[in-house]
């Protein structure tokens, strides 16, 4: 099923371009490559993980401490490393 969204994606891609639209096919170029991928699937986890981190924050409010240094550890193992993020 995700094959067939890329390939259809594609598609649209190359009639944009025999269209003249090519910042346009461009843009849409980059959201098929491995790193946009990576980088949604890393955005999705981390918004579920404070979701997650903030209800029990809320039904606890002692763990604020713990909850905090957890914060911190989901960003930094949940983020694109910073030299991945200006490639394509």
């Known amino acids: 099923m995700a094959d067939d969204a890329a390939q259809r994606t594609r598609s649209l891609i190359e009639r944009l371009r ?3 639209h090519d910042a346009e096919a461009d843009q849409l170029a980059r959201h098929l490559t491995v790193r946009s991928v990576e980088g949604g699937l890393l955005f999705a986890l981390r ?6 981190l903030t209800a029990i924050e809320a039904i606890d409010p002692v763990t604020q401490t713990m909850i ?3 914060r911190v550890e989901v960003e930094k193992r949940l ?6 993020e200006g490639t394509k």
């Open 18 to 20: 025999a269209q003249g």
């Open 47 to 52: 918004e579920a993980c404070e979701t997650v």
């Open 68 to 70: 905090e240094e957890l």
């Open 79 to 84: 983020s694109l490393p910073v030299e991945r």
